[in-house]
């Protein structure tokens, strides 16, 4: 199946309760460029519009050979001589460049993941308040209880701790570094075989701090999303009515929390994919 791509004012057009499994091959480019596509959760039997991460430089050729070939056989099949090639139906090609649209920029996806972080510590914190004063799970309920303080200690030390943690890294090797012979042998042989092609301190010490942020944050999030999925599937399991003596205002407290686990979910999801650029990008010494 074909990959069509789809031009949009914005991510509001989408509607993901309205799509069908033919759709999720499409892309969909808003006016600024970015992209987003479908993605369907078998558990929850739910579809998501998650954003498309951009390609590494290195995929930029290809990407620009699949257009010339589609322009190709769009002339070959006379369907027409105008500069949209069919694969984007209404996308204008001439307002998207492959080359910039699709670079890998690590240092813009640190900075962006860090603010992110801070969110998520933040949001953390929120969403355990809000379980708490919405008296959803009373005390008496000594099951649900029990699992619910085990995931709100969970996610207190592989969370807001390790969040902490991350952050503190960051800063360290961002404005006051070790000595590169420090941070060089912490690396695993694929990483040092790529340290190895680099010519200079600088260059590899530009290569630590990437490949340093790429394991940090995979392994926070990685913990992290199967806490916040936790957590989700704990909320889904309580009855939504609450007990009898329960107020409008303590049950909002409960559906917010829900929402902000289910933001949370949606933005581990994309970050995910976005890794899998980071760690095409560290692995070439070209990009250091």
Do not use: C
Not at 216 to 245: E, H, Q, S, V
Not at 268 to 276: A, C, D, G, T, Y
């Amino acid at each position: 199946m074909k990959t069509t791509f789809i031009k949009i004012n914005d991510i509001s057009e989408i509607n993901p309760s309205k799509v069908s499994v033919h759709d999720l091959n499409n892309r969909y480019i808003d006016k600024e460029g970015k992209m987003f596509g479908l993605k369907y959760n078998r558990k929850t039997r739910k579809v998501s519009i998650i954003r498309i991460i951009r390609t590494p430089a290195k995929s930029a050729e290809y990407f620009n050979q699949l257009l010339r070939t589609q322009k190709k056989e769009e002339r070959l099949n006379h369907r027409n001589n105008s500069e949209k090639s069919a694969v984007y139906k209404s996308a204008n090609l001439n307002e998207i460049n492959p080359e910039n649209e699709y670079s890998f920029d690590f240092n813009s996806f640190i900075s962006e993941t860090i603010e992110l972080m801070q969110t998520h510590k933040s949001r953390i914190s929120g969403i355990m308040m809000n379980i708490k004063n919405s008296r959803m799970i009373p005390e008496a309920d000594k099951i649900n209880s029990t699992e619910l303080n085990d995931l709100f200690r969970n996610l207190e030390i592989d969370g807001i701790i390790r969040i902490d943690k991350a952050l503190t890294d960051y800063k360290e090797i961002k404005n006051y570094p070790r000595s590169l012979t420090y941070y060089l042998s912490k690396l695993d042989s694929r990483n040092r075989r790529t340290v190895e092609e680099l010519d200079t301190d600088s260059r590899k010490m530009t290569f630590v701090l990437a490949a340093e942020m790429y394991y940090a944050i995979k392994t926070l999030y990685r913990t992290l999303f199967k806490i916040i999925n936790d957590l989700n599937n704990f909320i889904n399991r309580i009855n939504p009515g609450g007990p009898k003596d329960i107020t409008s205002a303590e049950r909002q407290y409960f559906i917010d929390a829900k929402i902000s686990v289910e933001n949370t979910i949606t933005e581990i999801s994309v970050l995910f994919e976005k890794l899998r650029s980071f760690e095409d990008y560290i692995n070439d010494a070209g990009n250091f």
